[in-house]
């Protein structure tokens, strides 16, 4: 059980509002966040990374960069590099849910665990879930206070997604891979995959016209992304890198490696191990946080969710590690909220 001493996931709602209004409703969570990355990272360092991506920030297409720039001026150093540091690993599923006592069909639960290697700052200890709207409804995003983009959200009655990062490309030495997939990213002017998963909340009314729009839209980096539709046969993973997409079922699995053998160097710890955990957590129906064990779980983990569009649930927890940082946030959405 949770103990009373642990602080609630703070749910602001911020309408059309963006990360801007996000950042002045979560202002607590906002400034602990970016103190911590001062102490962490110091002005200097911050400042110059801010200077990188502002150069990257003027030739890219993200439809959010107006706001990017607003978050700049009103936070200080660091907000720009935050937003775009993809270093994260993960590991995530759509899983098809059991019919219900009567028989009736369910719908899919995304399970998912987010791993940030970020030291010094406790990512779970300032997470915020913040509603949101875009002209196909409704949506909730589990974020931090001046993040523009979307890593975990739902839309209640249409569908959830997480955003996973993609391996180092493959075969050849680490380094080398690893400054080759810089160098592509530097140059590319489309937009990050975690601002693209944010304009498919907002616009897409069905999780099929979601996966059909994210398998053709141009991304500056690869990425896998677990989609979880109001339907047991919308559970999908993308897989998206330099030479195209594709899309993989049964299981709806991803941690941070491709699959079949796809020559790859994986993020984070154990990705295949954390891939077989949660294969075999969707194989035993496991919900309520039963499958958040190592390797699922390790010392980067920094939040857990389960969510259900086709109910309108969500459950979220911040971690640091398997430690608790904060209570059980569990929201219930009406699922007409979606246009």
């Known amino acids: 059980m949770d103990r009373p001493a642990l602080p609630a ?3 602001v709602d911020i309408g059309h509002g963006g990360a801007p209004a996000l950042l002045k409703a979560a202002r607590h969570q906002a400034e602990g966040l970016l103190l911590q990355a001062r102490r962490t990272f110091t002005p200097p360092v911050l400042r110059l990374a801010d200077r990188l991506c502002a150069r990257w ?3 890219n297409n993200t439809p959010y960069a107006d706001e990017l ?3 700049q001026t009103e936070a200080g150093p660091g907000a720009l590099a935050l937003n775009l540091s993809h270093q994260w690993a993960c590991t995530a599923a759509a899983a098809p849910d059991a019919p219900d006592s009567v028989g009736r069909p369910g719908g899919v639960t995304l399970l998912r665990a987010l791993d940030w290697n970020m030291r010094g700052l406790d990512l779970g200890r300032w997470l915020v879930v913040a509603r949101m709207r875009g002209p196909a409804g409704a949506f909730l995003s589990v974020t931090w206070p001046g993040y523009a983009g979307v890593l975990t ?7 959830a997604v997480a955003l996973n990062q993609a391996p180092v490309s493959g075969p050849g030495l680490l380094p080398l891979r690893w400054l080759g997939d810089r160098r592509r990213v530097w140059s590319s002017d489309a937009p990050p995959p ?3 998963l944010r304009a498919i909340l907002e616009t897409a009314p069905t999780a099929t016209d979601a996966l059909h729009r994210l398998r053709e839209a141009p991304v500056c980096v690869p990425y896998l992304l677990t989609l979880a539709g109001v339907d047991r046969a919308e559970a999908w993973v993308i897989e998206k890198d330099w030479t195209g997409t594709r899309i993989r079922q049964h299981p709806a699995v ?3 490696h491709w699959g079949a053998d796809i020559p790859c160097h994986p993020r984070g710890g154990n990705s295949r191990g954390r891939w077989a955990a949660m294969a075999a957590a969707v194989e035993a129906g496991a919900r309520d946080f039963t499958w958040l064990a190592p390797p699922i779980v390790w010392p980067a983990t920094r939040l857990a969710v389960e969510a259900n569009a086709h109910a309108g649930r969500l459950q979220v927890l911040g971690l640091d590690g398997a430690r608790r940082v904060t209570a059980r946030l569990a929201l219930s959405e009406t699922p007409s909220l979606a246009a």
């Open 57 to 59: 920030l003027e030739r």
């Open 194 to 196: 975690d601002h693209l």
């Open 254 to 256: 991803a941690a941070n």
């Open 9 to 11: 996931i703070p749910v």
């Open 153 to 159: 959200g739902m839309a209640p009655g249409r569908f």
């Open 69 to 71: 720039r607003a978050l």
